[in-house]
């Protein structure tokens, strides 16, 4: 491996399609030799949402976070850490899977639910695996400068994304979901 994609965006192409994958939004958390490891920043689990709304007592969005290990939760968190299991992703944010210390910080009133973005599951690809999809087109990495990891998310995160990138992305992010509606 020669590069790392840990820290970027990557933006699914129309050629993923029918699965978790279409028209996502993967926050790559980790990439090294063994693999890497991200989660989809913009995919609602309504059902878990209601599920932990019974447990909390309050509510709580939660996305998908890929395929792999749907029944993990993990977080990603803005400003101070109110744990010690976490990785930084920069100087604001940090993605952990300590339940207890996250909910306990929200209950105390020391973290904000506006400050947590909660996952069910993540997603994760073997070695060399992203790199040959980034290859194949299936992904397009990109930089993204200024985006609040834990703001709400839907399919306009996509469709912005790919409208600032132009070009033959800006005639993907107008085709409808459907192609063959087209």
């Not at 491996?1 to 970027?8: A, D, V």
């Not at 890497?36 to 059902?47: M, Q």
């Not at 073997?126 to 839907?154: A, C, F, H």
Request: contains cysteine; hydrophobic residues 40%; charged residues 25%.
């Amino acid at each position: 491996m020669n590069y790392s994609y840990k820290g970027k965006i990557l933006i699914s192409t129309p050629d993923i399609s029918g699965d978790i994958f279409s028209r996502s939004v993967v926050l790559i958390i980790d990439h090294n030799e063994q693999g890497a490891f991200g989660l989809i920043l913009n995919k609602k689990n309504e059902n878990m949402s209601s599920r932990l709304l019974e447990i909390f007592g309050f509510q709580v969005t939660v996305y998908e976070g890929g395929p792999v290990e749907k029944d993990k939760i993990f977080f990603i968190c803005k400003g101070e850490k109110i744990t010690e299991e976490y990785l930084d992703l920069n100087d604001e944010f940090y993605v952990t899977e300590d339940i207890e210390n996250v909910v306990a910080a929200i209950l105390d009133e020391r973290l904000s639910i506006e400050q947590v973005k909660v996952f069910a599951g993540y997603s994760g690809w073997g070695i060399q695996q992203l790199d040959g999809e980034i290859l194949r087109k299936m992904w397009t990495p990109v930089d993204v400068y200024n985006l609040d990891y834990t703001s709400p998310n839907d399919q306009s995160l996509w469709k912005n994304i790919m409208q600032n990138l132009g070009g033959e992305f800006l005639l993907w992010a107008n085709a409808p979901e459907d192609v063959s509606m087209n």
